[in-house]
Every structure is written in C-alpha cells, then in structure tokens.
C-alpha cells in the first residue's frame, strides 16, 4: 500500500511560485509513474503533470508547460511539482497520485494510489 502526502501549497499572489512535494511518510514511492493532478472549485480533476520513475520521461498539460516543472529525487523518495509564474487559474487542490506501472499516462483513472491534495490559492 502506498500512502502519499502532498505539502507546500499557500496563498500566493499572482506571478509568484510554489514547490508542491509528494512523498509516502509509510514507506518508498516504488518504482511507478507520478502524476499531478488539480482540481478547482466546481470543476472537475484535471491532469498536470507526470514523471516516470527514472524521471527521464515527462510530460505537462499545455497550460503548464514553460511555468511548472515536475521532477523527483528518488534517493529521497520525493516527487516535486515546482510551479512558476502561478495565475489565479491555477488555483485548485493539487493532488499527487501513482500506478503500478512506468509509462506516462494523463488518465486519472489508471491512477491506484492518491494523496488528499494541498491547496494552492493564488490572489490578484
């Protein structure tokens, strides 16, 4: 069983940045695919971005790409989700989830083990 715990979401005001960590306090994340996922009030989930485990293969939603960077240190068995240049759109409970496989996947389905999320708020 995997446990994950995300950390590091705020308040934050526009332009700003944040480091949203995951990691799995019971234990290793193993050797599985990351994802990051958000979900604003009234909306539904929505995919963010994802990391193998070697953290060589990555990829982000287009609304994130060129301000957010997700990576992982495995020696610390830690993901991270650095978030740039944050918009009051980005607002949302960021949620970090994995799979018992490695290859990227965007599909919130697929994913078997969930964090409770952290919230981000960003004011204008």
């Known amino acids: 069983q995997v446990h994950l715990v995300e950390s590091g979401g705020g308040l934050v005001q526009v332009g700003d940045s944040l480091r949203l960590s995951c990691e799995n306090p019971r234990g290793t994340l193993g050797r599985f695919v990351m994802g990051w996922f958000r979900q604003a009030p009234g909306k539904e989930r929505e995919f963010v971005a994802v990391i193998s485990w070697s953290g060589t293969s990555l990829d982000l939603h287009d609304s994130v790409r060129g301000r957010f960077i997700v990576s992982r240190d495995n020696t610390k068995d830690t993901g991270y989700l650095q978030m740039n240049n944050l918009k009051p759109g980005d607002t949302a409970v960021y949620y970090c989830?994995?799979?018992?496989?490695?290859?990227?996947?965007?599909?919130?389905?697929?994913?078997?083990?969930w964090g409770r999320g952290t919230q981000v708020t960003v004011s204008s």
């Open positions: 989830a994995t799979a018992p496989f490695d290859s990227l996947c965007g599909k919130i389905e697929a994913y078997k083990f």
